[in-house]
């Protein structure tokens, strides 16, 4: 079996799907890796590095497609819709598509890959099983998004983390509050500790309080009811309007408070809800910062711009974007991690293997011999067609 590499063609997109450290692991299971020349200099991995850990190197992207049985990418076509669509052509029926590929958004780029016969599974749609922890590629990322986040408020804060007490005086200490205690925000919480700031946290899961309280930080708690606020999966799931609106309303006096706001509340596959109001940015002292890490999904601050920085009075927003690829080296080795483990699961003695009873396998798999499979993708598909 060949698995293929590929060189991201996303905009900025830094980030490579296998480092060299992986390609043993794969060649001892009987597979033949191969990479398109430069596939991994962004995130500072030169082609040497993966021949010399016995991967061969392709300088043409078609020879990739025309080798490849297994394609395995960052961003496939969904996530990368105006440049993935140039690789369509390039595809052969039969060949496995492995990635991060947005399917509860772009359920057209499924139906794209369904029409040509390709098997395509989506590293978004891993279950929070304890199996399948190794492969969990959106804790993976969003552990660096929290990091990342912090870092990104320091650097926008007019002011120091810690408190220092000095000959000139004693510093006081940056108030931050972290919103959303998933792992980006457990992270982004461990991160600002780290750095001396007080911080705080809410969750619409009162279980994570333990969790927060752990981290050394104060879980900030309202009264609201939170029952209906997890899936079965360990995901947050969208609540109606008015738990929102009294949450907001709950709020204000902590945001008010704070030096720094980190937003990180994401529902998959739907917009992010607005917890950070434009009232409660009003209420903010000038040289305050506030870091969107949902801004990809519309943001969770009614007044952040995706992909942007903003200005509102005195008040710094950030909305970045795809903010993994900013530590492309490390973003990439959990990646790998992440997909290898996924495609040493599918793949037996060198040839591809489809359990539809595996848990694993069921839920990622979205494309199967020119059909969509996924149940959750079928069911939006069949709920656009009674909606037209």
Not at 28 to 45: H, Q
Not at 206 to 225: I, R, Y
Not at 361 to 378: M, P
């Amino acid at each position: 079996m060949v698995v293929g590499i590929l060189k991201e063609t996303f905009p900025d997109e830094r980030r490579v799907a296998l480092l060299p450290a992986t390609v043993p692991q794969l060649t001892k299971a009987g597979i033949d890796v191969l990479v398109e020349a430069g596939a991994g200099i962004e995130a500072g991995l030169e082609d040497h590095a993966f021949e010399e850990r016995g991967a061969r190197i392709a300088n043409a992207r078609q020879e990739i497609f025309a080798s490849a049985d297994v394609l395995l990418q960052v961003r496939t076509l969904g996530a990368n819709p105006e440049k993935g669509r140039q690789d369509l052509e390039l595809l052969r029926s039969g060949q496995i598509v492995i990635g991060l590929s947005e399917p509860l958004t772009e359920v057209w780029a499924a139906q794209e890959l369904a029409k040509r016969g390709i098997t395509s599974f989506s590293m978004e749609l891993i279950p929070r099983i304890t199996r399948a922890q190794s492969m969990d590629v959106l804790s993976s990322m969003a552990t660096i998004a929290g990091y990342k986040a912090v870092l990104l408020a320091a650097n926008h804060l007019p002011k120091m983390f810690p408190m220092l007490m000095t000959a000139a005086g004693t510093l006081a200490p940056a108030k931050v509050f972290v919103v959303g205690v998933g792992v980006a925000g457990l992270q982004a919480i461990a991160t600002a500790r780290k750095l001396g700031a007080i911080v705080e946290a809410y969750d619409v899961r009162p279980a994570v309080k333990e969790q927060v309280m752990s981290l050394g930080a104060k879980f900030v708690e309202l009264e609201l009811d939170t029952s209906e606020s997890e899936d079965a999966g360990g995901y947050a799931k969208e609540l109606d309007e008015a738990f929102y609106r009294k949450q907001r309303e709950m709020m204000h006096r902590v945001v008010a408070a704070s030096d720094v706001v980190i937003t990180t509340a994401a529902i998959p596959g739907k917009k992010a809800p607005i917890l950070v109001t434009a009232d409660m940015v009003e209420s903010m002292a000038p040289g305050t910062v506030v870091v969107d890490i949902a801004a990809e999904r519309g943001g969770n601050c009614e007044l952040t711009k995706p992909g942007e920085i903003a200005l509102v009075g005195g008040v710094t927003i950030l909305g970045p974007l795809n903010i993994p690829t900013e530590i492309p080296y490390h973003a990439s080795q959990m990646y790998a991690k992440n997909i290898s483990t996924f495609l040493l699961h599918v793949v037996r003695d060198g040839a591809f293997t489809l359990d539809i009873e595996d848990e694993i396998i069921s839920n990622t798999l979205v494309t199967h011999d020119g059909e969509i499979v996924n149940s959750r993708v079928r069911a939006i598909l069949d709920r656009s067609a009674s909606e037209s």
